[in-house]
């Protein structure tokens, strides 16, 4: 692995990069039950969490570890918590709680076969649509995923930088093999490290509205205990934080909650683009299916066979617009996953007929394999 700079190399688990990588961004508290396959995130932030000063807990249940990092949150504490499908299934209440009352915070999902309690210990990408819509009514949702075990580090700071930015809460989709898979890293020090903190309000307590948006749609966020008191609830309410009915003032806060997301895709969206520059095919894939991917797009090219890779780092929101570009230079576009088709679906969506998409999908808890791939973009070239 080449490192110039002589810098540490270590070998590490994608769980375990996740949790490095929420120390390194400021985690302070920590709620969660134990999981497969997400289990050693919690047991890294339980034994090196309070040694920087911060607070685990293990909770009676996923609702709970949910609730809990909402009021450590309120308090000023940047929180997380990461589970599996049946626990992320338990948080979606609370991520609702999450949305509406702007309380930013991480949730780490470690993907597993579904649905219920389905294959435990083995692959999947089945939450893709549940990252979504899994909680109810017209929310943002911003979702991260990582194919690799320094990107969920990575990927774990810009989900706490997201959530501190446009206070709402972020999900990071892993998959069982990223969780799982172990590989030799070089972590940046900490001064080349981007942390972002909550905005804070500028007026003094008595002249406080906590949810008085600045312009570009986030309101600052005050923390209990400082001298700020305010009303928390999940009913729709004002800039005061108290419900309302009110049709103008409902209309008004709905859409602003959506529009710190919409307005900001540009901010957000980022995706990795592989050997696309005279492609004639693409493959667009996502955590661990996108390291086949690569290989598959690899092994075609020398077999003289143009095709290339886009790979979203963001899944929602949805990079509609890379995709439609992508989709007037190719003829088709394959979308592997380890799912039933839920990706393909928007991909889809995306193109508005300018190319043919192509699924190929595995739902038996066996990963996706190159010559799988391979195989799909002989047959399409």
């Given at each position: 692995m080449a490192n110039p700079k002589?810098?540490?190399?270590?070998?590490?688990?994608?769980?375990?990069?996740c949790a490095e990588g929420a120390l390194r961004a400021g985690l302070k508290f920590f709620a969660g039950y134990p999981i497969t396959p997400s289990s050693e995130i919690a047991e890294c932030l339980a034994l090196k969490l309070p040694r920087r000063g911060g607070k685990f807990i293990q909770m009676e249940d996923e609702i709970a570890a949910m609730a809990a990092i909402l009021g450590a949150s309120l308090m000023g504490a940047k929180s997380m918590t990461a589970t599996s499908g049946p626990g992320f299934s338990l948080k979606q209440e609370n991520l609702g709680y999450a949305t509406i009352a702007e309380i930013p915070c991480v949730v780490v999902n470690v993907q597993r076969g579904g649905p219920s309690t389905g294959l435990p210990t083995q692959a999947a990408q089945g939450d893709l649509m549940q990252a979504r819509w899994g909680t109810h009514g017209d929310?943002?949702?911003?979702?991260?995923?990582a194919s690799g075990v320094l990107e969920a580090f990575m990927q774990t700071v810009r989900a706490f930088n997201l959530s501190e930015r446009f206070r709402t809460p972020v999900i990071l989709l892993l998959d069982e093999i990223i969780g799982h898979i172990n590989e030799k890293v070089v972590l940046p020090e900490e001064e080349e490290i981007e942390v972002l903190n909550r905005r804070?309000?500028?007026?003094?307590?008595?002249?406080?509205?906590?949810y008085a948006a600045a312009e570009d749609g986030v309101p600052p966020m005050a923390n209990f205990g400082e001298g700020y008191r305010y009303h928390v609830t999940g009913l729709m309410h004002d800039e005061t934080g108290f419900p309302t009915t009110i049709p103008e003032k409902v209309d008004h806060a709905l859409r602003r909650i959506n529009s710190k997301v919409d307005n900001h895709v540009e901010e957000i969206i980022e995706v990795n683009r592989f050997e696309l520059e005279d492609a004639r095919v693409a493959v667009v894939a996502y955590g661990a299916t996108a390291r086949s991917a690569k290989r598959a797009v690899t092994d075609a090219r020398e077999k003289g066979l143009k095709v290339g890779l886009l790979r979203p780092l963001v899944l929602w929101p949805f990079p509609k617009?890379?995709?439609l570009a992508l989709a007037k230079d190719v003829s088709h576009i394959i979308v592997p996953e380890l799912n039933l088709g839920q990706f393909a679906h928007e991909v889809e969506w995306a193109v508005c007929g300018k190319t043919e998409v192509v699924k190929l999908n595995r739902v038996d808890g066996e990963p996706i394999r190159p010559a799988q791939i391979l195989d799909v973009i002989e047959k399409v070239s």
């Open positions: 002589g810098r540490k190399v270590r070998m590490m688990q994608g769980n375990e990069a929310h943002p949702a911003i979702v991260l995923s804070r309000p500028t007026v003094p307590p008595e002249e406080y509205l906590p617009e890379e995709i």
